[in-house]
C-alpha cells in the first residue's frame, strides 16, 4: 500500500468506485491514446497526414490490446511518461503507419488536456452529489423555517433562530459552491496543444483549425494561448475543491457537535451493520461525520501544492504540474467521498425535536435578553435597560439560586415598567425568530433559479 486510498482493505472508506473510475490508471492511458486517436483523425482531414495512417491508429490505439510489459519496462528506462505508450501502440502498427501518432504536439499537451478530461468527469460527479444533498437540505429547511431552537455563537447559546434557517444556511453556501463549479467550465475546461513552448510551430500551417477542431470534437474550449506554465487553471479546480471541502466539513462538524451527549439535538442514522465503540456498548459515536471532517482537511490542504505550483519557470517547467498528478486525484477522490457519506448523513438524519425545544429554555428564559432589554428601553432608556436585564442575568447564574424567569418577575425596576402579563408574552420564542422564515424562502428561491442550468452543466 503507498496510499490509504489503495489499501485493500481500507481504500473504499476514502473513495469512491465512480472516483476511482476516472482516475483509474487505464482509463488516464485511454484517455491519451484517445487524444491522439482525435488528433491523427483531424490532421487527417485536413491532409497533413495519410488517412489510413488515421485509421490505423484508431483501430490500435486500445490499451487493452497494448503489451502492459513492454510499457512498463520502457517507463523503467526512459523515465517518460507518455513515449513508451506511444511506442507500445506503433509497434502494433502495420507498416510505418505508426510513425504519425503524436505528430505535432509535446507530451505535456496529450497529459493536461487529458487532465482537464479527467477534471471536467470528477466535477460531474462531485456537482451531482452536490445537487442532491442541496435538495435534501432544501426539504428540510421548508419543514423547519419556523421551528425555534437556539442559535449559538463563541460555542455559547445566543439569541433563538429556527433549525429551517440553519438548514438554509447550509443550502446556500452549497449553492455558491455549486455555481463556481459551473462557472469553472468557461476557463478550466480548457485543453492544450500548443506544442514544446507555445508557439504551435508543430502543428504547421494548419495549428488553428487542427487544435480548433480536436478540441470541439473533445468537448474543451481552446484557449488564447498554451498554459504550459500558467497552472491557474489546475489551481482554480484545486481551489474551488477546496472551498466545496470547507463547506462540507462545516455542515459534517456541526451534526458532529450538536450529537453530543450533552446537547443531543442530531444522530447520524445507524446504518445496517453500525458498530459504535469496541469497549463501550453504550456509545452511538458520530464516526461518519468525524470521517468525513477528516478527508474535507486533507483536500484543503492540497490547495497550497496547487498554488505553489503557480510558480513555474519559463515556457515548461515539469516541477509543477508533476505536483497535480498527487493532489488532483487524492483530492477528487477524498472530496467525493466525504460528499457521498455527508449525503447519507443528511438523507437519513435523526432530528430530535423535543431535545431542541428543551435546550432552548435551558437558560430559562436568557435568550430573550435582547428583545427585554430593547422593550424594556422604551421606557428607562436602552443603556440602563442593559444594566438592569445584565444584574439579573448574573444574579441568575449565582450557584442554586433563583432562575432568569424569577428575577425578572420580582425586580422591582422591571415590574415597574413591564407588567407580568407583558413579560410572559414578550418571552414566546417564536416571536423572536426574526426573519428566519423569509431567508429560508429566499434560498430556496434561489436555489430553484440558479438551478435551471445544473442540467446544462452536467451534460456539457
Not at 488528433?39 to 488517412?51: D, R
Not at 512498463?72 to 526512459?78: G, I, M, P, R, S
Not at 439579573?392 to 425586580?411: D, V
Request: proline share 3%; glycine share 8%.
Amino acid at each position: 500500500m503507498s496510499h490509504i486510498i489503495d489499501s485493500e482493505f481500507y481504500g473504499g472508506s476514502w473513495c469512491t468506485p465512480e472516483m476511482r473510475e476516472v482516475f483509474d490508471d487505464r482509463k488516464r492511458y485511454q484517455r491519451w491514446l484517445d487524444i491522439e486517436v482525435v488528433l491523427a483523425g483531424v490532421q487527417a482531414g485536413l491532409g497533413v497526414i495519410p488517412k489510413e495512417a488515421a485509421a490505423e491508429i484508431k483501430a490500435k490505439a486500445h490499451v487493452e490490446e497494448l503489451d502492459t510489459d513492454f510499457i512498463k519496462d520502457e517507463l523503467a528506462k526512459t523515465g517518460h511518461s507518455l513515449v513508451p505508450l506511444l511506442k507500445a501502440v506503433q509497434k502494433r502498427c502495420e507498416g510505418n503507419l505508426g510513425e504519425y501518432i503524436h505528430y505535432g504536439p509535446t507530451t505535456q499537451d496529450i497529459e493536461d488536456t487529458g487532465g482537464v478530461l479527467e477534471m471536467k468527469d470528477a466535477s460531474k460527479l462531485i456537482f451531482r452529489d452536490l445537487a442532491k444533498l442541496e435538495s435534501t437540505l432544501l426539504k428540510l429547511a421548508a419543514k423547519y423555517e419556523s421551528f425555534p431552537m437556539a442559535g449559538r455563537t463563541h460555542n455559547q447559546q445566543g439569541l433563538p433562530i429556527t433549525l429551517g434557517l440553519k438548514f438554509a444556511n447550509w443550502a446556500a453556501e452549497l449553492r455558491r459552491g455549486m455555481e463556481r463549479v459551473k462557472d469553472m467550465q468557461k476557463r478550466v475546461f480548457v485543453g492544450m496543444l500548443h506544442g514544446g513552448t507555445g508557439t504551435m510551430a508543430g502543428l504547421g500551417e494548419q495549428a488553428y483549425p487542427t487544435a480548433e477542431a480536436v478540441m470541439k470534437e473533445l468537448g474543451l474550449a481552446l484557449p488564447p494561448t498554451g498554459w504550459g506554465s500558467a497552472r491557474d487553471i489546475v489551481a482554480e479546480y484545486q481551489t474551488v475543491l477546496g472551498l466545496l471541502a470547507g463547506t462540507v466539513g462545516r455542515i459534517a462538524n456541526e451534526i458532529f457537535q450538536l450529537a453530543r451527549t450533552e446537547i443531543g439535538e442530531f444522530q447520524e442514522p445507524l446504518g445496517e451493520h453500525y458498530v459504535g465503540s469496541s469497549t463501550m456498548p453504550h456509545k452511538r459515536n458520530p464516526e461518519v461525520t468525524e470521517f468525513v471532517v477528516a478527508m474535507t482537511r486533507v483536500v484543503m490542504s492540497n490547495v497550497q501544492l496547487a498554488l505553489q505550483s503557480m510558480v513555474a519557470e519559463h515556457e515548461r517547467d515539469t516541477r509543477a504540474w508533476r505536483l497535480d498528478w498527487h493532489s488532483i486525484p487524492e483530492s477528487s477522490m477524498m472530496l467525493h467521498k466525504a460528499l457521498s457519506a455527508l449525503v447519507f448523513v443528511v438523507d437519513g438524519l435523526v432530528i430530535d425535536e423535543a431535545r431542541i425545544t428543551e435546550n432552548l429554555d435551558m437558560l430559562h428564559g436568557m435568550l430573550f435578553s435582547e428583545a427585554l432589554m430593547f422593550q424594556l428601553g422604551k421606557k428607562v432608556g436602552k443603556q440602563t435597560a442593559h444594566h438592569l436585564i445584565r444584574d439579573t442575568i448574573l444574579a441568575a447564574t449565582a450557584p442554586k439560586g433563583k432562575t432568569f424567569r424569577e428575577l425578572l418577575f420580582e425586580n422591582p425596576d422591571i415590574a415597574a415598567n413591564l407588567t407580568k402579563d407583558e413579560l410572559n408574552e414578550l418571552m414566546d420564542y417564536s416571536k423572536h425568530i426574526g426573519q428566519s422564515v423569509r431567508q429560508v424562502h429566499d434560498v430556496v428561491a434561489t436555489a430553484q433559479k440558479l438551478g435551471a442550468t445544473d442540467e446544462e452543466f452536467l451534460q456539457c
